[in-house]
């Protein structure tokens, strides 16, 4: 591999073999491989603990996010412990073609099909479909959606789930059903139409399709899960508010409306996500919910903020692009567990117990995780309110985590129809052209033209103006230098329109940097927030355990290293 000097700067392709480490070191070897559900890195020695979620759930998003990263770093970690993962997730399939939850010995549940679990089965099948074409994969995804299409209740034009549980031979309660009592339909409907929805557009699947129809409109049109203003109900009857299941339901929506051309729906979205956001941190701290739990933010919510934001900036509401981009430079990367030094851990084996329990080298096995609740200021939350101090790991966020991670690398650089925008100011290679990123430090983006483009264009933060921008393209001996201020120079408000490029061509675009202060709300508390452009460089007040945005470094000029960039020539689209 051919190296050059880059800037060093964030690089999502490198957290996402991090991510690797982690999602191959929450398997347990003592328990079938299962991985573990979540972490107390706060406890000494820190120790992991497994729970109902290790089935479908946890497997799901492991295969899911280890597909994605290897796709992005190329990084071969943990390729056994995938595969142990995808057997198991296999086996948890019942003759009804639904994923159970399996016994075990160190807590009292029975056998069920967990309506939120499935939404985890289907995401990692088509993920893993959508790398390998393997037919095995795509027979048991067509029998799982039949089976979902087959136990839905089938109302005039929605369809639901009537509890959150499904066991074999049918629902817990008949009585259930003909009362309509669709518990939390965005936990249980809401959020399975982001996959099914692709499982569709990459096969075809009728069934799948038509679940993603009446289950849109059964939020939309009956479930009160959102007000009339786009406000969440926070009636304890729909988990307060709970915000991971909200944005993910607006996630599946805002792709349901773009991949229908229905944009009344988006126009929808957009206003709830628009008010969603005024309960957030623009630097992406999300509440749990609307009560009880208000302070505790998961990484789940932050990637669905991503998600929605990234669709509904392609459907045209380009300011999210910006938005976007200061959740994937601030509380997604700060959230990923990289500096384990202040972890107390041990080699010692003694007090594990197989299915429960286990303390051995819980650092080292959690490098590259995301926080699973975080405080807006550290990645460990232990506050007076609420439920205190709960999980610092929760394997669900490292799998979300990874996602996001995805969402932003695949998002950075898009084509269509030859016309190539970059919508992020990220390190990427790609096909068409390269993006050396050299923010925080400097206002300056170069790009380095692989390939001959009909049109490029790149956004422009909305703080740099456009009468400072500059721009000099460079090709052999050729220098043609220009401003933001030139007639036709914009497009769709935020993006420098380039015109054609050559292959062989460099374009070096700089701009003016921001630096400003925020004061920052999270559930009453105020956050001192300085900024250097989009990236957050210092918060105030400062966290206790493990601090975030304390140890961020910035200079006059941008650090380089000898790097390189992965370019698949096919990328997996999500």
Same mark, same amino acid.
């Given at each position: 591999?051919? #190296?050059r000097?880059i800037?060093d700067t964030l690089?999502l392709?490198?957290? !996402?073999?991090h991510?690797?480490?982690?999602m191959a070191?929450m398997?347990?070897? /003592?328990?079938h491989d299962y991985p573990?559900?979540?972490?107390?890195?706060?406890?000494?020695p820190a120790?992991l603990?497994?729970? &109902?979620w290790d089935?479908?759930s946890?497997?799901?998003r492991?295969?899911?996010?280890?597909i994605?990263? @290897?796709?992005?770093?190329?990084?071969? $970690?943990?390729?056994e412990?995938?595969?142990l993962?995808r057997?198991?997730?296999?086996?948890?399939?019942?003759?009804?073609?639904?994923?159970?939850r399996?016994?075990?010995?160190?807590?009292?549940?029975?056998?069920?099909?967990?309506?939120?679990?499935?939404?985890a089965v289907? *995401?990692s099948?088509t993920?893993?479909?959508? =790398?390998?074409?393997?037919?095995?994969?795509?027979?048991?995804?067509?029998?799982?959606?039949a =089976?979902?299409?087959?136990i839905?209740?089938?109302?005039?034009?929605v369809?639901?789930?009537?509890?959150? /549980?499904?066991k074999?031979?049918g629902?817990?309660?008949?009585?259930a059903?003909?009362? @309509?009592l669709?518990? &939390?339909?965005?936990a249980?409907?809401?959020?399975?139409?982001?996959?099914?929805?692709?499982?569709h557009?990459?096969?075809?699947?009728?069934?799948a399709? /038509?679940l993603?129809r009446?289950?849109a409109?059964?939020i939309?049109e009956?479930?009160?899960?959102?007000? %009339?203003?786009?406000s969440?109900?926070?009636a304890l009857?729909?988990?307060?508010?709970?915000?991971?299941?909200?944005l993910?339901?607006?996630?599946?929506?805002?792709?349901f409306g =773009?991949?229908t051309?229905?944009?009344?729906?988006?126009?929808?979205?957009?206003?709830?996500?628009?008010?969603?956001?005024?309960?957030? $941190?623009?630097?992406?701290?999300?509440?749990?919910?609307l009560?009880?739990q208000?302070?505790?933010h998961?990484t789940?919510?932050?990637?669905?903020?991503?998600?929605?934001?990234?669709?509904?900036?392609?459907?045209?509401?380009?300011r999210?692009?910006g938005? #976007?981009?200061?959740?994937l430079?601030?509380?997604l990367?700060e959230s990923?567990?990289?500096d384990?030094?202040?972890?107390?851990e #041990?080699?010692?084996?003694?007090?594990?117990v197989p299915?429960?329990?286990s303390?051995?080298d819980?650092?080292?096995? #959690?490098?590259g995780?995301? !926080?699973?609740y975080?405080a807006p200021?550290?990645?460990?939350?232990d506050?007076?309110?609420?439920r205190?101090?709960?999980?610092d790991?929760?394997?669900?966020?490292?799998?979300s985590?990874t996602?996001?991670l995805?969402?932003?690398w695949s998002?950075?650089v898009?084509?269509q129809?030859?016309?190539?925008?970059?919508?992020?100011?990220?390190?990427?290679?790609?096909v068409?052209l390269?993006? &050396?990123s050299y923010?925080?430090h400097?206002?300056?983006?170069v790009?380095?033209?692989?390939?001959?483009?009909?049109e490029?264009r790149?956004?422009?933060?909305?703080?740099a103006?456009y009468?400072?921008v500059r721009?000099?393209r460079?090709?052999?001996?050729?220098?043609?230098?220009?401003?933001?201020?030139?007639?036709?120079?914009?497009v769709?408000?935020?993006?420098l329109l *380039?015109? /054609?490029a050559? !292959?062989?061509?460099?374009?070096?675009?700089t701009?003016?940097?921001?630096h @400003?202060?925020?004061?920052?709300?999270?559930?009453?508390?105020?956050?001192?927030?300085?900024?250097?452009?989009?990236?957050?460089i210092?918060?105030?007040p400062?966290? @206790?355990?493990?601090?975030?945005?304390?140890?961020?470094?910035?200079?006059?000029? %941008?650090?380089?290293?000898e790097?390189?960039y992965?370019r698949p020539?096919?990328?997996?689209?999500?």
């Amino acid at each position: 591999m051919t #190296t050059r000097q880059i800037p060093d700067t964030l690089l999502l392709e490198e957290r !996402a073999g991090h991510a690797l480490n982690a999602m191959a070191g929450m398997s347990d070897p /003592e328990f079938h491989d299962y991985p573990f559900f979540a972490a107390n890195l706060m406890s000494e020695p820190a120790n992991l603990t497994h729970g &109902d979620w290790d089935f479908g759930s946890s497997h799901g998003r492991m295969i899911d996010g280890m597909i994605l990263a @290897r796709h992005m770093s190329g990084d071969q $970690t943990g390729e056994e412990i995938e595969a142990l993962y995808r057997d198991n997730l296999m086996k948890f399939f019942g003759e009804d073609g639904l994923s159970y939850r399996q016994h075990n010995p160190n807590f009292d549940w029975e056998q069920n099909a967990n309506l939120i679990d499935q939404r985890a089965v289907i *995401l990692s099948l088509t993920t893993w479909y959508i =790398a390998s074409g393997d037919p095995k994969v795509k027979e048991a995804a067509d029998r799982h959606v039949a =089976a979902l299409k087959r136990i839905a209740i089938k109302e005039r034009e929605v369809w639901y789930y009537p509890a959150s /549980e499904y066991k074999e031979g049918g629902w817990p309660s008949r009585n259930a059903a003909l009362l @309509r009592l669709a518990p &939390d339909p965005a936990a249980f409907c809401g959020r399975l139409i982001m996959p099914l929805l692709k499982y569709h557009e990459v096969t075809g699947n009728a069934d799948a399709f /038509e679940l993603c129809r009446f289950f849109a409109a059964l939020i939309v049109e009956r479930s009160g899960v959102f007000n %009339a203003d786009g406000s969440f109900n926070d009636a304890l009857a729909y988990r307060s508010g709970h915000f991971h299941t909200r944005l993910g339901t607006l996630d599946a929506l805002a792709r349901f409306g =773009a991949f229908t051309g229905d944009a009344k729906l988006i126009a929808w979205v957009e206003k709830s996500y628009a008010w969603a956001l005024t309960k957030c $941190t623009s630097f992406g701290w999300t509440p749990g919910d609307l009560k009880e739990q208000a302070y505790e933010h998961e990484t789940c919510s932050l990637v669905d903020l991503i998600a929605t934001g990234i669709t509904l900036a392609k459907s045209g509401y380009t300011r999210y692009w910006g938005t #976007t981009e200061r959740f994937l430079r601030n509380h997604l990367t700060e959230s990923q567990l990289l500096d384990l030094s202040w972890v107390k851990e #041990t080699d010692d084996q003694t007090g594990n117990v197989p299915g429960k329990i286990s303390y051995t080298d819980v650092a080292k096995r #959690t490098r590259g995780a995301f !926080a699973g609740y975080s405080a807006p200021n550290d990645f460990c939350c232990d506050v007076n309110h609420g439920r205190g101090h709960t999980n610092d790991i929760q394997i669900c966020c490292l799998g979300s985590g990874t996602r996001g991670l995805y969402m932003g690398w695949s998002n950075t650089v898009t084509e269509q129809d030859g016309r190539v925008s970059v919508n992020f100011l990220l390190n990427r290679g790609s096909v068409w052209l390269d993006v &050396d990123s050299y923010l925080p430090h400097e206002g300056k983006v170069v790009l380095h033209i692989r390939r001959d483009i009909r049109e490029l264009r790149v956004r422009v933060p909305e703080w740099a103006g456009y009468t400072k921008v500059r721009i000099v393209r460079e090709r052999g001996e050729d220098r043609l230098e220009g401003h933001g201020m030139e007639p036709s120079s914009w497009v769709q408000e935020c993006f420098l329109l *380039l015109g /054609e490029a050559t !292959a062989g061509e460099t374009i070096t675009i700089t701009f003016p940097l921001s630096h @400003r202060t925020t004061i920052e709300t999270a559930v009453g508390e105020t956050f001192e927030t300085r900024w250097r452009g989009d990236d957050v460089i210092g918060i105030s007040p400062e966290g @206790r355990y493990h601090p975030f945005y304390s140890g961020r470094q910035v200079y006059d000029a %941008a650090p380089m290293r000898e790097g390189e960039y992965r370019r698949p020539e096919q990328e997996i689209v999500w």
